[in-house]
């Protein structure tokens, strides 16, 4: 019974992680300002059962970004399973350019911890392109993969559309470390759209993600106004929702300044504004 308790927990740690993935291009690393320090809380349902909630934050650092989201199960999963996972991502601002340093993903319970870590080396070949080697551990077995350009990973990349979440961008393929090797998804941005939450309308910005080589999507919703905090994410299968993740509540401080954004979704009409996305 732990045991498979403690499938499902990753389970849905595994579909938290792949509904952070955003979207990026070439230009999309290429910035004069830094994303806002945020830190968020977000809940993720599947078949409209709450399984887990995950904290996500960004900082900045002395030479750019450190991100992390630590997950742990709720509800009658919690009384069932007292694991949690922490993930972290560092990223480095270089000449105007944001590029992945290194990603740690620790899964610690009772019985277990397990760690899985990746460091970036890259050296450029000419003026236009940067050769990446990843080095790291995936389930005890050492990993290297090389790249012609720029490598993520599902939690830095968010770091990417929060600063471009704006820009006009064609479909563009794009390589993200997931489960020891570089797999490959189509990035589209389908513009603007109104979506509804505590009880009034707002613009979003709306992007789809599609895994290259699977019938899976995954669509994002971000608040222009919050500093384009992504505020739900769908994943889609074979045509079927398969489970959402809602913005609870995020801070996000900026020179002494703090501005908080607050998301209920108990009320009826809230939870019809949400069914009209």
């Known amino acids: 019974m732990e045991r498979k308790t403690a499938r499902l927990f990753t389970t849905a740690l595994a579909l938290i992680t792949a509904l952070q993935i955003s979207y990026a291009t070439h230009a999309t690393a290429l910035t004069n300002k830094l994303p806002e320090k945020f830190e968020a809380h977000y809940t993720l349902q599947v078949y409209g059962i709450t399984l887990a909630e995950a904290t996500h934050s960004l900082k900045h650092t002395d030479n750019g970004l450190s991100m992390a989201v630590n997950t742990r199960p709720v509800g ?65 077995e050492t990993v290297t993969i090389n790249s012609d350009q720029p490598v993520w990973d599902p939690l830095s990349i968010q770091a990417i559309i929060i600063i471009n979440a704006d820009k006009e961008t064609t479909s563009y393929e794009h390589g993200l470390l997931m489960k020891g090797e570089l797999k490959h998804y189509i990035f589209e941005n389908h513009g603007k759209e109104t979506i509804g939450f505590n009880g009034s309308k707002v613009t979003a910005l709306k992007t789809a993600v599609k895994e290259a080589d699977r019938d899976r999507i995954i669509y994002v919703w971000m608040l222009p106004e919050y500093h384009n905090i992504p505020v739900k994410y769908e994943h889609w299968k074979e045509g079927d929702l398969k489970s959402t993740l809602l913005l609870q509540n995020v801070t996000f401080e900026n020179e002494g300044k703090t501005t908080s954004l607050a998301i209920s979704h108990t009320s009826e009409e809230d939870k019809n504004d949400f069914e009209d996305w």
């Open 76 to 140: 009658l999963l919690a009384f069932l399973y007292d694991g949690h996972i922490d993930i972290r991502s560092d990223i480095a601002l270089d000449n105007g350019q944001l590029l992945l340093v290194n990603h740690d993903y620790t899964h610690s319970d009772d019985a277990e911890h397990s760690t899985v870590r990746y460091e970036i080396t890259r050296a450029k070949s000419d003026e236009k392109k940067t050769a990446e080697v990843v080095t790291g551990t995936y389930k005890g």
